[in-house]
């Protein structure tokens, strides 16, 4: 291998690390957060995680570059409204009835979501076995809380589902914020003022923001604000510019497995035999889903 070619290589294999280390992270999420509910309020809970990832990210934007119009104003505030009180808010609150386990199998419903989604509302054509990685995903959730297990809510499970809908709602949103503004911009803005519409959900939630906290659930807090927030998005995002997008799709599928393994692990939860292989059936869904397409070579 050439110099040139190893420089090509390198940033190559560098951006799917960074890509795989961003998923590892969010799927360490759901055993922090189930740390931190033991404590403090899910709205509180968001309103810390957001906080501390504007308050990391914010200095790297570089402001000079960026022009704000009115419909980016627009765009940033619905971003923040779908990802504070719709999106992270609905999870946590869902986390905090079921199992860290279960919601974050749950996260793997999301590529097929984003198919159809994209096929709404982007245009975008996906395959026949986007279609097939739908109905999986269908036949997954259905399995997954068909029989409720210990630990485990339907009204949990129901709100973790529904947050990753806004999740996909979100995702195309703030696509089209990042694509005028620049991601960086777009993320730590995003974050800033989430950070002051969740105030007044925390207020009425949890009550005033309490610091007496245990030297764990600071950890913990702290861990999803700067480690599972502000360092994904930045490993991700940086990823995103030098690897295909479609194969990138592929490396989420290691949030749920994450997710799912450390709550059995760490926290001892149980999945019965219908949750594990509805979580093995979502799985499969989300890698159809995320499969880059066979390129045709004429002969």
Known sequence: ????????????????????????????????????????????????????????????????????????????????????????????????????????????????????AATLFDGERPGRMTWVAVGLAALGVVLLVGKIGPGRTLLGDAMVFVSIGIATAWTLVVRRLARRVGVMAATASQFALGTLILAPFMWALDGPPTFDLSVGVWAAVLGLGLGCTAVTFFLWNWGLLHAEAARAGVLVNLEPFVGAILGVVFLGEVLGPLAVLGGVVLLMAAFLATRPPRVRIAP
């Open 1 to 116: 291998m050439g110099a040139e070619e190893r420089h090509t290589a390198e940033p190559h294999r560098l951006a799917y690390a960074a890509l795989a280390g961003a998923s590892i992270l969010w799927g360490g999420s759901f055993i922090l957060g189930k740390i931190a509910l033991d404590e403090i309020g899910a709205a509180t809970l968001v309103f810390w995680r957001f906080a501390l990832a504007a308050a990391a990210l914010l200095p790297f934007v570089r402001w000079q570059d960026v022009t704000w119009a009115r419909r980016d104003t627009v765009l940033l505030v619905v971003c923040a409204l779908l990802s504070g009180p719709g999106m992270f808010l609905l999870q946590f609150e869902g986390l905090d009835r079921t199992t860290a386990s279960s919601a974050a199998l749950l996260v793997a419903t999301a590529p097929p979501m984003m198919a159809v």
